[in-house]
């Protein structure tokens, strides 16, 4: 069975840190390009950061540039995002997904083949 699972989010105070993982299962991630999502109340869905499947580059939204890092370790079939300086506005769900491609094509949310559910960020005092 084809699956992203997320773990790794959590109440955390303004400044904080977290890092969320993206674990594959049924397929192996070496590839796929991986996107971060994620879902604030009454927002809608906005792409955060990817990596190319082939050479390790990056992406990050500018709200996330400078905080954010995406990385992946094919060996463990899992994607992370370590998140840094959290802001209350970071607050959302943060979703991960897999694009079978060459490279990375962007965030755009039609080229994502697998989603997974989905993990709690709040960031709050």
């Known amino acids: 069975q084809v699956q992203l699972v997320e773990s790794g989010g959590g109440l955390v105070q303004p400044g904080g840190s977290l890092r969320l993982s993206c674990a594959a299962s049924g397929f192996t991630l070496d590839y796929y390009a991986i996107g971060w999502f994620r879902q604030a109340p009454g927002k809608e869905r906005e792409g955060v950061s990817c990596i190319s499947s082939s050479d390790g580059s990056t992406y990050y939204a500018d709200s996330v540039k400078g905080r954010f890092t995406i990385s992946r370790d094919n060996a463990k079939n899992t994607v992370y995002l370590q998140m840094n300086s959290l802001k209350p506005e970071d607050t959302a769900v943060y979703y991960c997904?897999?694009?079978?491609?060459?490279?990375?094509?962007?965030?755009?949310?039609?080229?994502?083949?697998?989603w997974g559910q989905g993990t709690q960020v709040t960031v709050s005092s």
């Open positions: 997904a897999a694009d079978l491609t060459f490279g990375v094509r962007g965030l755009g949310f039609h080229l994502y083949d697998y």
